[in-house]
């Protein structure tokens, strides 16, 4: 059994471990007050908006990660942090961000709990940018071989009748007494 003097420095072992294996996951993950302002943040989180751990604590997590759909900005009140605060005890979808270097498409899960000193606010952000790309690449190139495989057939459908008109041909040639042209 550990002293009780021995607890704090156990909580911040605890704590340093947790704080490498969040860091250590693809997706980011960030905890705001009810205000918005971030409390804590993973590495990948930091790296997406391209900014140091340091920098994002204390800052409003809209500001950080100003979302889009359909490439309008989201009004304050639809991000999914103000979401699960007002309307929905949990908010996902799919939304745009323009990363520092790139555009991304993330999907976000937003979620909220009470706390004594407050509600708070655990978003979990994964980048599906690739995947959906690599859907849309799949849905075009399905598309394209459907395209291919109707026209292959409109073209087997007309080898059949240009087989049918030559024999035709040969058929009146032979009732003429003439030589047949296809063989």
Do not use: C
């Amino acid at each position: 059994m550990s002293q009780p003097s021995d607890l704090p420095s156990q909580l911040r072992a605890t704590l340093g471990k947790m704080e490498l294996a969040l860091g250590a996951i693809a997706e980011a993950i960030v905890w705001t007050d009810e205000a918005g302002r971030v409390q804590w943040a993973n590495a990948p989180f930091s790296r997406l908006v391209g900014k140091r751990n340091v920098e994002v604590l204390g800052a409003p997590l809209i500001g950080l990660l100003p979302l889009e759909r359909g490439g309008q900005a989201l009004t304050p009140e639809a991000h999914p942090m103000n979401l699960v605060l007002t309307t929905a005890p949990i908010a996902s979808g799919e939304y745009e961000f323009r990363a520092p270097r790139k555009r991304l498409l993330l999907e976000l899960t937003a979620t909220h709990t009470m706390l004594e000193t407050g509600a708070i606010v655990v978003v979990v952000i994964r980048d599906i940018t690739e995947h959906k790309r690599t859907q849309e690449t799949l849905r075009k190139e399905t598309k394209e071989k459907e395209k291919l495989e109707t026209m292959s057939q409109v073209m087997l459908g007309r080898e059949e009748r240009i087989l049918e008109l030559k024999q035709e041909v040969n058929a009146l040639l032979k009732g003429l007494n003439k030589p047949q042209k296809y063989v």
